[in-house]
């Protein structure tokens, strides 16, 4: 789990990027594109909330590419580690690294998780009102791995396998999770795994210009092998990406879940984040199934300089046949980008977004893009 703000604010760019940029540029410009370079990009994260206090930390991110005759045309694999640590003794550290063979033959996913942070919960359904609002801080200490094989043109198939342990330190005792009637409000573990496919033909996976995603994944979590909670998810994800004037890309998705079962109440499907209806608190609104709409136009504004506009709708509901355009929350908003690397077109994000239902706003920092 990620702190609700990105961790990038006072930004060291001015240190970073220099040295960023010289690792990355071949020494000779006739180089032959096979001697693509490593990108290393370290960000040191100053940041404050009200609820952690004053946070330090590190961003780093490593970008290769696996083989002997690597080119621009192959797929970069990357390696990220995150690690913050606040004035309220809370730590979020995660290790992900997701990794492309020659030719993207195969696509492995892996990542560790470890968080001890403050959050807060409004109850499930997609109209719970603000004074609903409790705090509540979680741990969680996880791990999954998803390895993906190429069986036709652009056509993946796989399999995942998670595990995990959560638990609620604190609670409000008053509140509803003090009643225990909500699923996860216990402590317990999370084990479990499943199949997903993927049809990939992006320009890119880190900035994609052109393209399309569409990512179907089913997961179980069962008491039969050791998991605290039994329940299911069916997640579609579909995107399109499409270069209007010289670039300029227009960027859609549309984005569903729906689960089975009893899931704890902090992995139901979730509207808000910097990733899915910027300008919600992450959470705000929570249900057993999701389904979410998001555009977003990129253009280059000066030097290494873009800008960004997007809006979203979204709902989520009890049941599937209960969706309906009475209640769709709709968020707006738009932000900077600057470019760190040319070579993989990866950008630091700087965007505000607004959440109408709620009259909620945020600002988020990160590094690449949304979607």
């Known amino acids: 789990m990620k702190p609700p703000v990105a961790l990038l604010l006072g930004l060291a760019v001015a240190y970073t990027t220099p040295r960023i940029l010289a690792a990355q540029e071949p020494a000779d410009s006739s180089t032959d594109e096979s001697a693509a370079a490593n990108t290393l990009v370290p960000l ?72 001890k942070f403050p959050n807060k919960y409004w109850g499930v359904g997609n109209a719970t009102p603000d004074g609903a609002e409790e705090d509540y801080t979680p741990r969680l200490l996880q791990g999954k791995i998803e390895v993906q094989r190429r069986i036709a043109p652009a056509l993946y198939v796989g399999a995942s396998v998670q595990a995990g342990h959560r638990a609620v330190l604190a609670r409000v005792d008053t509140g509803l999770l003090a009643t225990g009637e909500a699923p996860g409000s216990s402590d317990g573990r999370i084990i479990g795994g499943g199949v997903l496919a993927t049809y990939d033909t992006r320009s890119s996976v880190i900035y994609p210009r052109s393209g399309s995603l569409l990512q179907f994944r089913a997961s179980g979590y069962s008491s039969a092998i050791g998991s605290s909670y039994d329940f299911a998810t069916f997640t579609l994800d579909l995107r399109r990406y499409v270069t209007t004037f010289p670039s300029h890309v227009v960027a859609l998705r549309a984005y569903g879940i729906a689960t089975t079962g009893a899931p704890p109440f902090d992995l139901l499907p979730q509207v808000g984040g910097d990733v899915l209806l910027r300008g919600y608190f992450q959470g705000r609104f ?49 932000g900077l980008r600057f470019l760190l690397s040319r070579q993989e077109g990866l950008n630091i994000r700087a965007d505000f977004a607004y959440g109408f239902d709620v009259k909620s706003s945020g600002f988020y920092l990160a590094i690449g893009e949304a979607f």
Request: aromatic share 12%; proline share 3%.
């Open 44 to 115: 040191p994260a100053v940041f404050y909330q009200p609820e952690t206090g004053t946070g330090f930390g590190l961003v780093t991110t490593y970008y290769f590419r696996i083989g002997t005759g690597r080119t621009l045309s192959d797929q970069p694999s990357s390696t990220q580690l995150i690690a913050v640590y606040t004035t309220k003794k809370q730590i979020v550290l995660q290790l992900s690294s997701q990794l492309y063979t020659a030719e993207r033959r195969n696509w492995i996913f892996g990542q560790l998780d470890f968080s």
């Open 286 to 334: 929570r249900d057993r199934n999701l389904v979410a709409l998001q555009a977003e136009y990129r253009a280059p504004l000066i030097w290494r300089i873009g800008i960004v506009g997007f809006g979203a709708a979204g709902r989520v509901a009890n049941r599937l046949d209960a969706f309906a355009l009475d209640g769709v929350k709709v968020s707006a908003g738009g």
